[in-house]
């Protein structure tokens, strides 16, 4: 594996196996009274966190201390960085401190990429704008893995699991991460989603595209709805949030058009009643809370891949 | 830099013309050249050996941004022209967004007096268009035209003159004094937030696209207007196989319309900003191999006019950061020549007439530039740039006469060198160095 875990491009799909296998080894211990792992025992991570997202926070700041690293939460807010410290100081600050590995989620795309180029530790995207988060990409296919193949599956791929991504795709880190790792990984992808919402050269990237849902549902294993943010209809991207939802929300009636087998994923936060109805996302299909959860050991096996911790022997056994 | 006058005696070099290149000695004095022929002697010359060089005519810019007024801390006029002279330029248009805006007889005639003072070539300020560049009000371009400066090139580079009616005007208003308005092309709606050309890398990327639609609308609707109102019309900065369509199109009906292209738009493409470096940030943004194909092709065709540098220099500080906070623009001046050989010489595309013709003789018409662009003959003025293009390829180095470092083509290893440059018969560069 490569030293940083930028993009879901730099994952061959040795890599990606390594780290759902990995993950899976570690979900052993979640079900244990002490889940706490030696591995990472004086190693320093930090979150480096411009952007208010708590739960993906948290679920690097869990993993992180489950295998007892020390964790230094960084927020941009109320910062040196919101005195106009610039991206490049605050690595040479971390770098300072003796960062082993930087978490970042920034608002601009590339920011991880420039972060890896002025420090020496591991950087780990968590989110960069609107290119990638490649730690929810893996968090999703363990998850699918999971799901449809049940929990003996080290060493399968996704092959021939066919998941539509519905929704902002233009704006998307997620559906970005999540089609090339689920390609890599085997999978058919389809993007499901208005025109407006999709780049300009989608037919470039390693998946399907259709702007009707309802054609896509039947044939669809997974449904992965992805948050639409309501401010898109200023620019016009959509007419209505009403119109959004009506083409491309799921609700009772498409999820009844799902092979009875499906399930219905959403990286989160969601919007109840645009994107996805209360009832689906509460229904027995969905995968939702279940992604939080699989998030912390899909992120402690990243961790532990990147710092290469000690061995687990307690667990392997 | 030695302010003599010296007579010099440049021999053996290779002047280029309609009948192509013939090695010839060129004696220079009083700031003109007065003979050219074989075998030329003068006893109190100094002698300059120029076996194997080109001598072009002074190359003239009508893109640069020298950052005087205002932002001292990324170019001064005397630092850019020190650039400019070591990339064989003799004169470059200054670019009206300082601080304050060259928007007034007053500022331009600064500027100007600053090129005069700093001597390393000659300064021809560009006046914007409208007051502060705000796109609202025509600046008071009369003025500025009559001022010392003389000012003929009006611009907003930097912004787009987006009002159609104010567009109008203003080409209209400078057909009084033979003035030309150079449009910065760029539908501002289309884009808000663009980072990149818009297409596959800036899909992966998750950068905002710009569309080359955004480009070509506004040369299109700015050729209509030129043709309407029968006025001048330079287009800045080329960046689409679109744009150079549209002006082929526009010049076949024999309208008024000129064009430039950057070197920058010549070579690299928007693969580059994989790495998410901004140094590859500029506006307009780099383009696909599609786009510099038919920009060399349109440079080469003559539908393109010329090659102008948009000389952008940054402070470190503005580039080392990510890349949607990073300022766009690329500095040039030195590196153009070689690039124009890289580009279009070595490739068979333009000869060195041709090169001459593009890089000094059509900017200089166009800016409507006395004394510059004129052929390598007696009785002309002598602006001469000596190049070497059987100079080995040698990576570039960041570190130049600009007081910025923010060249894209650092460590890419160039043909060619600029051996010498003269204004008005004294040497700006000798041996490649500032003299």
């Given amino acids: 594996m490569k030293r940083h875990l930028i ?69 941009a807010k109320g910062s040196s960085v919101a005195k106009g410290e610039s991206l490049k100081d605050t690595a040479l600050t971390l770098e300072a401190m003796g960062a082993d590995a930087v978490v970042i989620r920034h608002g601009a795309s590339g920011a991880a990429h420039r972060l890896a180029g002025w420090v020496r530790g591991s950087v780990v995207n968590a989110g960069d704008g609107t290119h990638e988060h490649p730690t929810q990409a893996l968090l999703d296919a363990f998850t699918i893995r999971r799901r449809l193949k049940g929990a003996a599956t080290r060493g399968a791929g996704l092959d021939g699991i066919r998941v539509t991504i519905v929704g902002d795709v233009l704006h998307s880190r997620v559906a970005r991460s999540n089609v090339l790792l689920l390609s890599t990984l085997g999978a058919e992808v389809t993007l499901a989603a208005p025109p407006t919402l999709l780049p300009l050269a989608v037919d470039t990237w390693p998946c399907a595209v259709s702007y009707d849902l309802d054609s896509e549902l039947p044939k669809s294993d997974v449904v992965m709805m992805l948050r639409v943010q309501q401010e898109r209809m200023n620019a016009a991207y959509f007419p209505s949030v009403r119109e959004y939802s009506r083409r491309y929300g799921l609700d009772t009636a498409r999820m009844a058009r799902l092979p009875e087998h499906a399930i219905v994923m959403h990286p989160g936060p969601m919007n109840r009643g645009v994107e996805i109805a209360a009832d689906v996302a509460d229904s027995a299909r969905s995968t939702i809370v279940e992604q939080v959860a699989n998030g912390v050991t899909t992120r402690m096996a990243v961790l532990y891949l990147l710092l290469g911790g000690t061995e687990f022997p307690e667990v392997a056994q | 830099m030695n302010g003599d006058r010296a007579t010099w005696l440049i021999k053996g070099a290779r002047v280029t013309g309609p009948g192509g290149q013939a090695a010839a000695d060129i004696l220079i004095s009083d700031g003109m050249i007065e003979a050219i022929g074989s075998g030329l002697s003068d006893a109190g010359a100094r002698v300059l050996d120029a076996d194997g060089l080109i001598a072009l005519p002074g190359l003239v810019d ?64 560009v006046g914007a268009v409208t007051v502060g560049l705000a796109g609202s009000r025509l600046a008071e371009l009369g003025a500025m035209a009559d001022s010392a400066a003389g000012v003929r090139v009006f611009s907003d580079d930097g912004r787009c003159v987006a009002d159609s009616l104010l567009m109008r005007r203003a080409l209209e208003y400078v057909k009084a004094f033979d003035g030309v308005i150079a449009q910065h092309a760029q539908d501002a709606r289309l884009t808000e937030g663009a980072q990149l050309n818009e297409g596959e890398i800036s899909g992966r990327l998750g950068l905002a696209g710009w569309p080359a639609v955004a480009e070509e609308a ?66 307009p943004p780099l383009r696909t191999a599609a786009d510099v194909a038919e920009l060399r092709r349109a440079l080469a065709d003559g539908t393109i006019d010329c090659v102008a540098t948009d000389h952008a220099p940054h402070p470190v500080e503005a580039k080392e950061t990510e890349w949607q906070e990073a300022a766009f623009g690329m500095t040039g001046l030195e590196t153009a020549l070689r690039v124009v050989q890289r580009a279009m010489v070595d490739t068979g595309l333009l000869d060195w ?74 040497p700006t560069v000798l041996d490649g160095k500032l003299a």
């Fill in chain 2, 62 to 125: 009508l893109h640069t941004h020298l950052r005087e007024p205002g932002r001292e801390d990324a170019e001064t006029v005397e630092t850019g022209t020190r650039a400019a002279a070591l990339g064989g330029f003799t004169a470059v248009h200054a670019m009206a967004n300082t601080e304050p805006v060259a928007d007034t007889a007053g500022v331009v005639e600064q500027v100007w007096r600053l090129g005069r003072a700093a001597g390393y070539c000659d300064v021809q300020p």
């Fill in chain 1, 7 to 75: 993009s879901a491009a730099d994952l061959s799909r040795g890599d990606a196996l390594l780290i759902l296998d990995t993950a899976e080894e570690l979900a052993s211990l979640a079900d244990r009274p002490i889940k706490k792992l030696p591995t990472l025992r004086g190693r320093t991570v930090v979150n480096l966190f411009f952007e208010d997202s708590t739960r993906t926070r948290i679920s690097f700041e869990a993993a992180a201390k489950r295998l007892s690293a020390d964790v230094i939460n960084f927020s």
């Fill in chain 2, 218 to 283: 506004i040369i299109a609707r700015d050729c209509l207007l030129a043709a309407h109102v029968g006025s001048r019309l330079h287009v800045c900065h080329v960046s689409t196989a679109g744009s150079a369509e549209i002006i082929r199109w526009a010049k076949s009906k024999g309208w008024p319309v000129t064009a430039e292209v950057t070197p920058h738009h010549l070579m690299l493409t928007d693969e580059l900003a994989v790495g998410y470096d901004p140094v590859y940030k500029v506006n």
């Fill in chain 2, 353 to 426: 007439a041709g090169v001459a013709d593009r890089m000094s003789v059509r900017p200089a018409r166009i800016g409507r530039l006395t004394g510059h662009g004129a052929p390598v003959e007696a009785g002309r003025p002598a602006h001469l740039t000596l190049y070497d293009p059987a100079a080995p390829a040698e990576a570039v180095s960041p570190a130049g006469a600009s007081k910025s470092r923010n060249t894209p083509f650092a460590g890419m290893e160039l043909p060619g060198r600029v051996v010498a440059t003269f204004l008005r018969g004294t």
